[in-house]
């Protein structure tokens, strides 16, 4: 039997979280998400998550587990052999809904914030926009996120400084600012040179290290510090 | 609470934000989902989207709608190809103006490769037609149309559960809907309610969908006593990861990838010997179990392998990335130097709604219900007939998506405002009081699993009467407990235990619409393989199935299949 732990919070009856532990039968090779299934519909219908796709595709169940962000089916049990327990808590960083259930409206506003969508000065042509191999190869690794908000809430800056617009939205800006079909170059560039851009960024790579998809997040990130540095003559650093 | 809306779109994957950014400005449209935004099952889609550019090879839309005809065994409606067909290159050109990021050949154009049945001259050799974003086709397209939609200003209510349809007067009045955060439970008033709920293969057991996909449009049309079309017409797809039924993409053998049996054989050469592994799902996956069937599954058990190891490192980077970490993660495996364990898994529903080519819901008489819509797989237009073709889906959702969306724009001034029955909420209500009330009753967990099994074991891949007979028993026993479920969570904040409950109650008339068609069809055509009846009947069965639910069970009728140009012929590969 494998024991979880398991935060429980609901904010409108308890005055604190608090912590359940239940135990589960399963094999090596199951997902987390398997396991929080089988407490959620066996055991004890009260607990709230998120899921749907259960592949690491729709970025809906990422939580802590045992202390590390990810997503629960994209780790399986055997990734915790050893351990006592496992234990899970919701993203930190994020408002708590109930339990493992987070508020992801101003997750989702601070991407929104990039303006992630390409902005033209002209009308496109009548096919296709060209765009070689090399050009696209720029966004090949930016289009993996599925936002899932791991990078954020694993992100040690977000804890100090809440305003940071933190690493998924670098991503989508990152996205969109080096795609060669886009005509806002340099306005999106000035979006990440104010204060809570890039600059709040001190490289301490929780985020690519968590990332579900291996974006090389703060890689892109210092790619962006550069760029600025080069490109705007009023960098903020 | 009353919230009123022009248009409410329910589902926002990629047939309902289609829909929604074709309405937006022109009429004030709200999107209703259960899940977050951008975690709808359209962003599962690996492989691509097929539209004949020509990129790669020289490409028609003509072979292309006779791909998609014969890929339907000759049920596709030849009307809906033709439109689909046609507008492909549109849609696609469209997408990329957006911003979806399209991999690009050496020109800068839109790349293209193989996928199963798409090809040259009317079944002469695989053509590269499908555009694609490595193997994150369905997310990044999803994605763009879902900032697209965020531009645009458009109405989202997210985690919002829809319950039922409300009429007066055979007209659509509006929905009810619970919402999740709340427990609160809403009427939606509206002009137009679009169906775009996606598929149901939670009824079964291995299946590639997300545990969201339970059908609940087509449920809610069926409550209403409404015809579900060619419902037992369900599509396996032929790689599944062996257990799990995480999708492997059919591009995996667009690429070049093989599927070889105990022997090391690549047995598709001796079942499709033209286009071999790249032969269309049904047939595909009915090889593959008889590979296992006659003890050449690998080492006698019930999976074969899928070879992607003569690729490369490079090519499985460029282009297979999300499914090489897949099988990674799950199996611990690397698909440039192992061999991957596969098995069929339910992917996609050809039947559901019935819809004319403009989105409108039909009746069992063929007329339309005033102010219903649908679009996507929740939809049966039918384009897809008796087997959808790969990366025809995602293109289904863009083409009709926005034909529904234009079409209500032009009938919404005749769509006048109905005015709601008095306690439009009481069904609704009632059906969640029970849930709640319910004391001693199995948990809904314990209902879902021997659904998923009975259909799994009675009603997959190959069927035959005395098997089907069996689940459409069970399947009525089963409803029957299910209405007497217990739930934990009596609580209104996040009750996901109260959705899943709900959900159940959706996927069991779904799944016996399903299993009841699949008896009445007495021939063996595309996905659909009687074993009892192993030949396709042009002469009783080229036509659709119409299904509902009467006051004393359920009653079959048909529709006929409209045939433009292509003359149903053996569908041979």
Known sequence: MLKFRILRFDPESDKEPWYKTYEVDAGPGERILDCLNKIKWEQDGTLAYRMSCAHGVCGSDGMRINGVCALACQKLVKDYAGAEEITLEPLPFFQVKKDLLVDMDDFLDRVRSMRPYLVRDQAPPEKESLQSPEEHAKVEQAIRCILCGCCTSACPVMAQNPDYVGPAALVWAYRFLYDSRDSAFTDRLEKLNEPNGVWPCTNHFDCTRVCPKDIPITKSINFMKREIKNKLSHSGE | ?573
């Open chain 2, 1 to 573: 609470m009353v919230f009123k809306h022009d248009v409410l779109i329910v589902g926002a994957g990629l047939a309902g934000l289609r829909a929604a950014t074709e309405v937006a400005g022109k009429a004030d449209v709200a999107l209703i989902s259960k899940v977050y935004p951008t975690r709808s099952h359209s962003g599962a889609a690996q492989g691509g989207i097929a539209a004949a550019l020509g990129n790669e090879e020289p490409d028609s839309e003509e072979w292309h709608t006779y791909d998609t005809v014969k890929g339907g065994d000759y049920l596709t409606d030849q009307n809906a190809a033709e439109i689909l067909a046609k507008d492909a290159i549109r849609a696609v050109y469209e997408l990329e103006h957006m911003g979806v990021p399209f991999n690009r050949t050496p020109e800068g154009k839109i790349a293209q490769r193989c996928f199963g049945g798409h090809t040259s001259n009317f079944g002469q050799a695989p053509v590269k037609r499908i555009c694609y974003a490595a193997d994150r086709s369905g997310r990044v397209i999803m994605d763009t149309l879902y900032f697209e939609a965020v531009k645009k200003g458009i109405k989202i209510y997210p985690e919002f559960h829809v319950l039922d349809l409300v009429f007066r007067d055979g007209q659509v009045a509006g929905l009810v809907a619970y919402e999740l955060a709340t427990g609160e439970v809403h009427f939606f008033h509206g002009r137009v309610v679009l169906l775009a709920t996606g598929g149901y293969g939670k009824v079964y057991k291995v299946t590639s969908n997300a545990f969201a996909n339970t059908g609940d449009g087509p449920a809610l049309v069926y409550r209403q006593g409404l015809p579900l079309e060619d419902m037992e017409f369900v599509q396996f797809h032929p790689t599944g990861i062996y257990g799990l039924g995480v999708l492997i993409t059919e591009a995996a053998r667009g690429e070049g990838g093989v599927l070889r049996n105990t022997d090391g054989e690549r047995f598709m050469e001796r079942y499709a010997p033209t286009i071999k592994d790249l032969a269309p799902r049904d047939m595909v996956s009915r090889a593959i179990y008889t590979e296992i069937a006659a003890g050449r599954g690998i080492k006698g058990s019930d999976y074969v392998h899928l070879d992607l190891t003569h690729l490369g490192e490079k090519k499985l980077a460029e282009r297979l990335s999300d499914i090489s970490s897949f099988v990674k993660i799950y199996l611990g495996l690397d698909p440039a130097k192992d061999l991957i364990p596969v098995h069929p898994t339910c992917h996609y529903m050809m039947g559901g709604i019935p819809v004319n080519t403009e989105g409108n819901v039909t009746d069992e008489k063929n007329g339309i219900v005033p102010g219903l819509y649908a679009a996507g797989e929740c939809s049966c237009i039918s384009l897809h007939g008796a087997n959808r073709l790969g990366c025809n889906s995602l293109l289904d959702l863009v083409v009709f998506g926005r034909r529904a969306g234009k079409n209500i724009l032009e009938n919404l001034d005749r769509l006048a405002w109905t005015a709601p029955p008095a306690f439009p909420e009481r069904d609704s209500l009632e059906r969640i009081r029970q849930l709640r009330e319910n004391k001693k009753g199995e948990r809904q967990v314990v209902i879902r699993r021997q659904l998923q099994k009975v259909m799994m074991d009675g009603c997959s891949v190959f069927r035959e009467e005395k098997g089907l007979k069996k689940v459409v028993e069970a399947l009525g026993e089963l409803e029957k407990r299910a209405n007497a479920i217990s739930i934990d969570n009596k609580s209104n904040r996040y009750n996901t235990d109260l959705i899943d409950g709900l959900e159940l109650l959706n996927m069991l008339p779904l799944a016996e619409a399903i299993a009841a068609s699949a008896l009445n069809r007495t021939e063996s055509r595309g996905a659909h393989s009687r074993e009892d009846y192993p030949q396709r009947d042009d002469e009783h069965w080229l036509k659709h199935t119409l299904i509902r639910r009467t006051g004393q069970g359920v009653s079959i009728g048909e529709k006929p299949v409209t045939i433009t140009r292509f003359e149903p012929k053996p569908r041979t590969y």
